[in-house]
Nanobody, 118 residues
Framework: QVRLVESGGGLVEPGGSLRLSCTASRSISDTMGWYRQAPGKQRELVADITRRRTPNVVDSLKDRFTISRDNAKNTVYLQMNFLKPEDTAVYYC??????????????WGQGTQVTVSS
């Protein structure tokens, strides 16, 4: 079993920045990423990154959000700039391990609240 510990959320004013971190309890063989869920909405992908550090950020966020990964620290980061009130959500870390026979195992963090408000 893998434990994911997220940090870096909080309250920020519009236009501000935050950096989220998610550290896994052991090495992750496949993708790590971030999802978010706003009140009354479905959880949605924000960004993910492969073990080889190929990033994928959803088109609508590419100009403001950056994802990175440090495999030596089992950590994925989400740098969020020029934050807007509509970015307010609980942000969840997700990690995927590749298992034998082409199967995968998915792990989720507990979530960290990001609130963008003046």
């Amino acid at each position: 079993q893998v434990r994911l510990v997220e940090s870096g959320g909080g309250l920020v004013e519009p236009g501000g920045s935050l950096r989220l971190s998610c550290t896994a309890s052991r090495s992750i063989s496949d993708t790590m990423g971030w999802y978010r869920q706003a009140p009354g909405k479905q959880r949605e992908l924000v960004a993910d990154i492969t073990r080889r550090r190929t990033p994928n950020v959803v088109d609508s966020l590419k100009d403001r959000f950056t994802i990175s990964r440090d495999n030596a620290k089992n950590t994925v980061y989400l740098q969020m700039n020029f934050l807007k009130p509509e970015d307010t959500a609980v942000y969840y870390c997700k990690a995927v391990d590749t298992l034998p026979f082409h199967t995968t195992q998915t792990y989720w963090g507990q979530g960290t609240q990001v609130t963008v408000s003046s």
